[in-house]
């Protein structure tokens, strides 16, 4: 990283032997950086438990365990009253029993009608034939009885073709009423098997090993909400609407915390960085982690210590603990880079004029403003570049008795990132 030194103009500089100045020398020391945040914990394996999805309207809870409780995968978390699907299923098995007997009763009626018309058939044939056999006599008849012969014949012959189509009609007849039933019997069966699944349902089993957390409901609210307002958990006898999210189960094993650091502080972590942890609703406990992600930087001012927008930065247990539950919130020290033999001067030397880092170099005749590049902050140390060792700086400003108006530099976070001229 280069360093750079800028003069700056100062007019009425102090004298340098005026106590009212006090001073310190550039130092090379060893620096641990060190990043200091808060966060989240949070589960990366959690399963929501919601009512069953069925059409009907709401469901009655008449089971539920209580938030906190352990429970391992199969273990029951969840009942809803199953009276409705109970009936149902009832209803259900009536409809389907109805329409196997009108199936069977559609066939033994199909089976006499065939019987019948086949009987219709041969007698219409044989009539046909005695026509026919009668006809062959016209030779030997009048000729009065001849026409009446083949006006029998004809005859004979139309009603066997009618007959025939009735016979056809009778059959797809007989096959429609019988398919009819047949799909009345299907439909039956089906929401009998539905209603022994919704049955099934009504019965809510936990997925996985983990920890119940109930849900707010929303519905006690009556839609109405207002700044400040907190809703009641689910309990047993609430209505709920198929599909709303009633618990979650979520897997303790499985804890990270969600955290955010500055832009200024985040070219100072990196993936699996050593992280310590202190959970504040387990005081004196200290846990260990270690960086698992870190999101890209958005840019930022490099002096400003908060600039407002943040990164995002995952960090993962590096051991489970019982203790630990999702929503509590921990203090994060990220441990950095070492830095051997690096150029600090006392935090308190670093200010700020014209959105500028600077210091306040002793020079013979005062103090001089110099401006230098501000690689890192420490909780009591600035790591520069730009100034030799063994250089004196100013603790305060020394412009304030001309009224030049610099400031001293604050920044919010305990580290700032490397800066751009």
């Known amino acids: 990283m280069a360093a750079w030194v800028q003069s700056c103009s100062v007019q009425g500089a102090m004298n340098p032997s005026d106590p009212s100045v006090p001073t310190a020398p550039v130092k090379q020391a060893n620096v641990q950086l060190e990043v200091n945040t808060t966060g989240e914990l949070r589960s990366t394996k959690t399963v929501m438990l919601v009512a069953p999805p069925i059409a009907g309207g709401s469901l009655q809870i008449i089971h539920l365990v ?15 009253d199953p009276s409705q699907q109970e009936y149902n299923l009832t209803q259900n098995q009536s409809d ?3 329409a196997e007997q009108e199936i069977v009763s559609a066939k033994d009626n199909a089976a006499v009608q065939a019987a019948q018309d086949q009987t219709a058939l041969l007698k219409a044939q044989f009539d046909v034939r005695q026509a026919e056999l009668q006809v062959g006599k016209n030779e030997l008849v009048s000729s009065i009885d001849a026409q009446k012969n083949q006006l029998a014949l004809d005859e004979a012959k139309r009603a066997l073709a009618q007959l025939q189509q009735d016979i056809q009609s009778h059959a797809a007849s007989g096959q429609a009423t019988i398919a009819l039933d047949e799909e009345k019997a299907h439909k039956a069966k089906l929401a009998e ?8 349902n009504m019965r809510v089993i936990s997925p996985i090993n983990g920890r119940v957390v109930i849900r707010q409901n929303e519905n006690a609210a009556g839609g109405l909400f207002f700044g400040g307002m907190t809703l009641p958990d689910f309990q047993e ?14 897997d303790m094993s499985h804890m990270e915390i969600a955290a955010k650091v500055n832009e200024s502080d985040r070219v100072n972590v990196k993936a699996d960085q050593p992280v310590d942890i202190y959970v504040d609703a387990l005081p004196g406990a200290t846990f260990q982690g270690k960086v698992k992600t870190i999101a890209g930087s958005a840019g930022g001012f490099f002096f400003d210590g908060d600039t407002g927008q943040k990164s995002d930065v995952t960090v993962q247990l590096e051991h489970p603990d019982s203790r630990l539950r999702p929503g509590f ?19 308190e030397a670093v200010f700020e004029k014209d959105n500028k880092a600077i210091v306040y170099q002793k020079t013979g005749s005062g103090f001089e ?9 420490t909780e009591g140390l600035a790591v520069i570049s730009g100034l030799p060792e063994g250089t004196q700086v100013a603790l305060i ?7 030049a108006g610099s400031k001293a530099a604050a920044p919010a976070g305990p580290t700032v990132g490397p800066g751009k001229p």
């Open 369 to 377: 403003p110099k401006q230098i590049q501000v690689r890192f902050f």
């Open 397 to 403: 400003n020394p412009e304030q008795a001309t009224g």
């Open 237 to 250: 006898g609430d209505q709920v609407g198929p599909g709303n999210n009633v618990a979650d189960v979520v």
């Open 66 to 80: 209580k938030s906190g409780t352990e429970v391992k995968a199969g273990d029951p978390v969840i009942e809803f």
């Open 329 to 347: 919130t921990a203090h994060l020290m990220i441990l950095g880079d070492r830095l051997d033999k690096a150029l600090t001067i006392p935090r």
């Open 96 to 98: 389907y029993e109805q």
């Open 193 to 200: 098997e539905q209603a022994q699944e919704n049955i099934k």
